[in-house]
C-alpha cells in the first residue's frame, strides 16, 4: 500500500537549474523524509520533516510541508550532473507497525551537464 | 564505522532452492527492516524487527522468514523460491521505528 506519491515520475533540466519534485499522501503523519538512491546503490537519507514543521533546509536542498493538503516538496537548487538519480519519500504515521516507513515509487531526475 | 552491510551482492537461485541473505549493522539501532524493490517501484517493506528477539510482517511478507537473535544481526531467508521473487533486496536501520533510515547496498537476486 503506497503512501506518499512523487510527481512528476521523471524530471530532466539542464546543470545550474532548480528542480522541485512533488510528494502527496493520504493519512496523518509523524514525518515525512526524502531519500536519494542512485542507480544501482542503496538509498540515502536526505532530510526528515516532522509534521510540526513547516519548512527545512540543508545545503541546497529545501523541503517543505503542508499537512492541510497532505503534501511536501523537496527542491534543489542549482542543480549538477551529480545530483542525477530517483528521490523517493517516504511517510511514517504515529504508533506501532502504523510508524514503519511507506515509500512512494519516486521521482527519477536527470542533470544534463 | 562500517554502517548497514549486506552479503552477498548477487545471487542466482533455481526455483525451489532456499538461500540467506546476511545483513549487520554496527550502530546499534534497535529497529532494522527489510525491503524489496522492484523496477518502477518503491520500497515495498517484508519484514521488520524493533529490536532483538521481536519481528514482525511488512506488507509482502509470504515466502520469506526472519529472525533477530542480536541487534547486529538481521537475516532474511528465502524458504523456496520463486520467480517472482527475483528483486533487489535491501537492509536498513534506524534507531526507532519511523526514524532516519540507514540503508546497506543492496542484494540483487535472480530466481530461474
Known amino acids: 500500500s503506497q503512501q506518499g506519491e512523487e510527481d512528476p515520475q521523471a524530471l530532466s533540466i539542464q546543470e545550474g537549474e532548480n528542480a522541485t519534485m512533488n510528494c502527496s499522501y493520504k493519512t496523518s503523519i509523524n514525518n515525512l523524509q526524502w531519500y536519494r538512491q542512485n542507480s544501482g546503490r542503496g538509498l540515502v537519507h536526505l532530510i526528515l520533516i516532522r509534521s510540526n514543521e513547516r519548512e527545512k533546509h540543508s545545503g541546497r536542498l529545501r523541503v517543505t510541508l503542508d499537512t492541510s493538503k497532505k503534501s511536501s516538496s523537496l527542491l534543489i537548487t542549482a542543480s549538477r550532473a551529480a545530483d542525477t538519480a530517483s528521490y523517493f519519500c517516504?511517510?511514517?504515521?504515529?504508533?506501532?507497525?502504523?510508524?514503519?516507513?511507506?515509500f512512494g515509487k519516486g521521482t527519477k531526475l536527470s542533470v544534463k551537464p | 564505522n562500517a554502517g548497514v552491510t549486506q552479503t552477498p551482492k548477487f545471487q542466482v537461485l533455481k526455483t525451489g532452492q532456499s538461500m540467506t541473505l546476511q545483513c549487520a549493522q554496527d550502530m546499534n539501532h534497535e529497529y532494522m527492516s527489510w525491503y524489496r524493490q522492484d523496477p518502477g517501484m518503491g520500497l515495498r517493506l517484508i519484514h521488520y524487527s524493533v529490536g532483538a528477539g521481536i519481528t514482525d510482517q511488512g506488507e509482502v511478507p509470504n515466502g520469506y522468514n526472519v529472525s533477530r537473535s542480536t541487534t547486529e544481526d538481521f537475516p532474511l531467508r528465502l524458504l523456496s523460491a520463486a520467480p517472482s521473487q527475483t528483486s533487489v533486496y535491501f537492509c536498513?536501520?534506524?534507531?526507532?521505528?519511523?526514524?532516519?533510515?540507514?540503508f546497506g547496498p543492496g542484494t540483487r537476486l535472480l530466481v530461474l
Open positions: 517516504a511517510t511514517a504515521a504515529y504508533g506501532g507497525s502504523q510508524g514503519n516507513l511507506i
Open positions: 536498513a536501520s534506524s534507531y526507532g521505528t519511523g526514524e532516519t533510515q540507514y
